[in-house]
């Protein structure tokens, strides 16, 4: 629901929504050579807005469910290519900067429950838009073949980083790691690569096996089960 104020919550599920664009492979104007990409605005068409972080997802997740009279997703059209401009705050806490050359857009992947609207409106639908991380899209089609040896945490920095894999520009925190060790990655999407190297890192501060790597609205987090629960 939208918020009545940006500094007070008054009831669960507020938020104050900024920006919500769909920007397209397609180039505004069909300028060839032009790097500035079409895009859209569908602040207007919004009905809810859902967005996940969790220490068991590996990468934020969210669903926009949109009440469209202009067929945007034909018109745009999305067809899995696109990215989205998303700028909202729940009163109170620091908010959600994903806004191309400021903070890091999402990536749209699916729309699914396309319904349309039976009351009387002429070509009035509502469907579902997915989105993803930057990182859970490049995941989707990319594998890594490739030994690493050393610290743990040197090995989840490459994949993280490495423009051949997740290529990411976000931060990455991590809770160094003890033991040095030596893996070979069998040709696995890069998530699960890093999930190889979590089962083998050992803390340095604390003495049992396994890590978590999740994404938070801070960055990438490459931690050890002991540290959450001591947290929790």
């Keep these: 629901d939208m918020a009545h104020s940006k500094e007070r919550l008054t009831k669960a599920g507020d938020y104050n929504l900024e920006t919500c664009e769909i920007l397209s492979y397609k180039i505004t104007g069909g300028v060839p050579g032009s790097q500035v990409p079409f895009r859209i605005d569908i602040q207007n068409i919004i009905i809810s807005l859902e967005l996940q972080q969790s220490i068991f997802n590996r990468s934020m997740i969210g669903k926009l469910t949109v009440y469209d009279t202009k067929d945007v997703r034909t018109v745009v059209p999305i067809v899995g290519l696109e990215r989205l401009n998303l700028k909202f705050q729940t009163p109170g806490l620091t908010g959600i900067n994903a806004v191309a050359n400021d903070g890091h857009p999402f990536h749209i992947y699916k729309i699914e429950s396309v319904q349309p609207d039976r009351s009387g409106s002429v070509g009035g639908q509502t469907y579902d838009i997915y989105f993803c991380s930057r990182e859970s899209y490049f995941n989707t089609f990319r594998k890594v073949s490739k030994a690493y040896s050393g610290q743990v945490e040197v090995g989840v920095n490459d994949i993280f980083k490495n423009t051949r894999y997740l290529n990411s520009r976000k931060d990455l925190y991590v809770e160094p790691t003890k033991h040095y060790n030596k893996m070979v990655m069998p040709n696995v999407r890069p998530f699960e690569a890093i999930d190889m190297l979590a089962r ?21 987090q490459f931690r050890s089960i002991e540290s959450l629960l001591a947290v929790g």
């Design 200 to 220: 083998k890192a050992v803390s340095g501060k604390y003495e049992n096996a396994g890590y978590l790597f999740y994404e938070t609205k801070e960055g990438y």
